[in-house]
Every structure is written in C-alpha cells, then in structure tokens.
C-alpha cells in the first residue's frame, strides 16, 4: 500500500467554525507534513512531524493545529479560519523526517472559507 | 536562505516531440533533487529523482540531469503524449536541521495531439 489518503475531499467553512483534516498512511512511515497549495503555486510546508513529534512549524497561525495521534494518522484541526486561508491542504509522509526520502502526497483537500 | 528558480513557466510541445524544464539552486550544499507531476485535482506526484553522487538518471522516457558546479538541473522528457500534460515542480533539499523541500515555481506543460 503506497498511498497517502485524505479526507474530506472538498471543505466549505465559515470563519466561526471548527473542523478538522485528516491524513493516513499504512507504509510504516514515521515522517508526516502538511502543507497549503494556493493555486498555481507550489506547495508550501506548514508542519511536520517526525516520530510522532513535531519538529517544524513554519510560523503557522494558531488557528490551524496539528495533531498526530499515532504514526500512521495526522490531523489538521482549524478554527476560526479567514477567507484567504482557502487553498488546496496537501498531506505527504516519507520514511524518516530528514527529507532525503522520498515524500509521497495524498489527494489533498480542497478547503473554502466563507 | 535555499532558492529554486525554475524556467519555464509555461511550456507547449506537439505530441512527440521533448520537452526541457530547468531549474537552478543556490545552496551548494543540497544533495537531493526530486521532481514532482502535479494533474489538475490530485497531489503532487514524485517522478524521478536525482542524488548529487550521479550526474544523469534515466526511467523510461523521463531522465534528469545535474551539474552541481553550475548549480542547475534539468528534467527531460522525450516522446512526449498528451497524457504528460501537467504542472511539473523540482526541487531542492535545504540541508540545514530541517532538511525541508524548496519547491521551484512550477512548470505547466501542454502537449498538444
């Protein structure tokens, strides 16, 4: 099974909601990152946890906050959102965090915020 | 800090003919250079990469190459077919304690039936 999955597949919020991210992986992998796609743009690393512990946040506002419950899952819990947080949130996982393994990405999600 | 600059930002090809995407890097110190096929509604796919041990890897009708001196490296696709139609992204391994991925700006490529 080499495949990283999401869900939900689209997401319309408003700014006063709660909602979460979810990302799985069954390859035994211990490294797993989040990161935001604005269209026609490249993804850009958001977090990333290895060994189940975060070791990079790249200065993401508090209202999106990681969890990993255990090595294969990965969630992204979201409050209070603004609209220019819409974007494409693509999870990956690799073998280990140092990033010279190859990082496999799920489907993503596609998020709106009202 | 690492930057991936990436030409070009649009590319058209007739069905069959090659098609070259290059980018450069500026850490001299990165050593893993992967490229990844993005279609349109799905994540970023990885297609070849390249470690700075080799100069040159080849899978099928994909290939890549690395000139770590000028620091540049380039994706090269031959027979290309519709099917290849994308946005293709490299990039490059920042080696400092993240050893995070610096993406280049992407590439769409269009080939044309």
């Known amino acids: 099974d080499t495949e990283v999955t999401q869900t939900p597949k689209h997401l319309v919020m408003g700014m006063t909601n709660k909602k979460s991210l979810k990302c799985e992986q069954h390859?035994?992998?211990?490294?797993m990152y989040w990161y935001k796609q604005k269209a026609k743009k490249p993804p850009e690393l958001m977090f990333v946890y290895s060994y189940e512990k975060l070791s990079i946040n790249e200065s993401v506002p508090s209202r999106f906050s990681p969890e990993c419950p255990n090595s294969s899952l990965l969630n992204l819990h979201l409050h209070a959102l603004q609209p220019e947080d819409s974007a494409l949130y693509l999870c990956?996982?690799?073998?280990?965090?140092?990033?010279?393994?190859?990082?496999?990405f799920g489907p993503g999600t596609r998020l709106t915020v009202l | 800090g690492e930057n991936v600059e990436q030409h070009p930002s649009t590319l058209s090809v007739q069905e069959g003919d090659s098609a070259v995407i290059k980018c450069t890097y500026s850490?001299?110190?990165?050593?893993?250079f992967p490229w990844y096929k993005q279609e349109l509604g799905k994540g970023p796919q990885l297609i070849i990469d390249?470690?700075?041990?080799?100069g040159e890897k080849k899978d099928q009708r994909i290939a890549v190459t690395l000139n770590k001196t000028a620091k540049h490296f380039s994706l090269h696709i031959t027979e290309t077919q519709p099917e290849d139609s994308a946005v293709y992204f490299c990039?490059?391994?920042?080696?400092?304690?993240?050893?995070?991925?610096?993406f280049g700006s992407g590439t769409r490529l269009l080939v044309r039936p």
């Open positions: 390859m035994g992998h211990r490294a």
């Open positions: 390249i470690r700075s041990n080799v």
């Open positions: 990956a996982s690799s073998r280990t965090g140092t990033g010279r393994n190859e990082q496999f």
């Open positions: 850490d001299s110190a990165s050593n893993y």
């Open positions: 990039a490059a391994l920042l080696m400092d304690s993240s050893y995070k991925l610096i």
